[in-house]
């Protein structure tokens, strides 16, 4: 799998717009852009994954360039319940394949 | 949909014995499920990938005889850390997927402290 690039920390006023971002320049054609978060002491949770195409659900917004070599996670509306770490990470498609996880972005949303 | 449940939350053993931690699909199958460690302050690692019906398929440097997998159903991998250490004590989570493109869905994870 492809590896990520991710800051490691971000703040985030709460009300606002967090925008996480993710480099993936070496990601293959067939691998999708998966997002998960771990709030402290529980299990990562899925929010979001696409390929090529923008995508939105009822947590957040993913923003792949054309290029698929970076993308943004955007939580519209950050609240304090939004602070965790992000971790964006490549998967082949297809496949009920592994997820490898690296340092990903903890996220402090402020008041 | 797609919950995974993991049992305990938390155990405290004594050093030398065994933990058996249990991971549920709960409302699909799973023909593999997949086994994290998290230490303080560090990001998930993989251990081993269950697969049902047959054996586990461990990371390197992870000891097969030390963390045994079962994975004897569709909706139930089970790990057990045998005669556990303090260098044990850490955070174990399962997940698993619906199928294979969706997304992989995780447990809440056991908190493992060996004392």
């Known amino acids: 799998d492809a590896k990520t690039t991710q800051p490691p920390s971000m703040d985030c006023a709460e009300g606002r717009a967090a925008n996480l971002p993710c480099n993936h320049s070496?990601?293959?054609?067939?691998?999708?852009v998966y997002w998960y978060r771990q709030i402290h002491s529980q299990g990562p949770q899925y929010i979001i994954h696409?390929?090529?195409n923008n995508e939105t659900n009822e947590m957040a917004s993913l923003i792949i360039t054309e290029d698929r070599k970076s993308s943004t996670l955007i939580l519209p509306h950050a609240t304090l319940r939004d602070t965790a770490v992000y971790y964006c990470?490549?998967?082949?498609?297809?496949?009920?394949?592994?997820?490898?996880f690296g340092t990903g972005t903890r996220l402090q949303v402020t008041l | 949909g797609a919950v995974v449940s993991q049992h305990p939350s938390r155990v405290i053993c004594k050093s030398g014995t065994s933990v058996k931690i249990e991971c549920r699909s709960l409302?699909?199958?799973?023909?593999?499920m997949f086994w994290y460690r998290q230490f303080p302050k560090q990001s998930l690692m993989l251990m081993a990938t269950?697969?049902?019906?047959?054996?586990?398929?461990?990371e390197q440097g992870v000891e097969k005889d030390k963390f045994l997998i079962n994975h004897a159903s569709l909706t139930l991998s089970t790990l057990t850390v045998t005669s556990a250490h303090p260098e044990d004590s850490s955070f174990y989570i399962c997940?698993?997927?619906?199928?294979?493109?969706?997304?992989?869905?995780f447990g809440n994870g056991t908190r493992l402290t060996v004392t």
């Open positions: 997940s698993a997927s619906p199928g294979t493109n969706s997304p992989l869905h």
């Open positions: 070496t990601i293959s054609g067939n691998e999708y």
């Open positions: 696409g390929l090529k």
């Open positions: 990470i490549v998967r082949v498609a297809g496949t009920a394949s592994k997820l490898t």
């Open positions: 409302d699909f199958q799973a023909t593999t």
């Open positions: 269950s697969n049902e019906g047959s054996k586990a398929t461990y």
